[in-house]
């Protein structure tokens, strides 16, 4: 594991997003959805491909908090430009578990 300073980590914009829309990614190669986060007034509505199949049905996503690097240059994949990356952790098969707030908190708000 590399060491970053307390400056290198404030560089990363982790905010806290409400996902409003999801659907299927059918052009992705490995199974995913299209995410479509509100990040608040400041960053606004940001899309993301994320690929939680296996621990999220499309209706569960809905008005579900997460949390995204909101900072990094938009990325190519397939037909659509993910404009965050979505965070979570794989699990002891590695489907992806999402990292999200405990409790409510509002939009944007950034990691501390």
Do not use: W
């Not at 400056?7 to 199974?31: M, N, Q």
């Not at 995913?32 to 996503?61: C, M, N, P, R, W």
């Not at 952790?89 to 990691?111: R, S, T």
């Amino acid at each position: 594991m590399n060491d970053i300073s307390f400056e290198d980590f404030l560089k990363v914009e982790l905010r806290v997003g409400e996902v409003v829309s999801a659907e299927i990614f059918a052009a992705a190669r490995k199974p995913a959805y299209i995410l479509h986060i509100d990040f608040g007034q400041e960053i606004g509505i940001l899309k993301s491909s994320a690929q939680i199949t296996v621990h999220y049905q499309l209706d569960d996503l809905i008005g579900k908090q997460v949390v995204a690097v909101v900072n990094f240059p938009a990325k190519q994949i397939g037909p659509i430009q993910s404009q965050c990356l979505v965070t979570g952790f794989h699990d002891e098969n590695g489907a992806v578990a999402l990292c999200v707030p405990d409790k409510l908190v509002p939009k944007g708000a950034k990691l501390l």
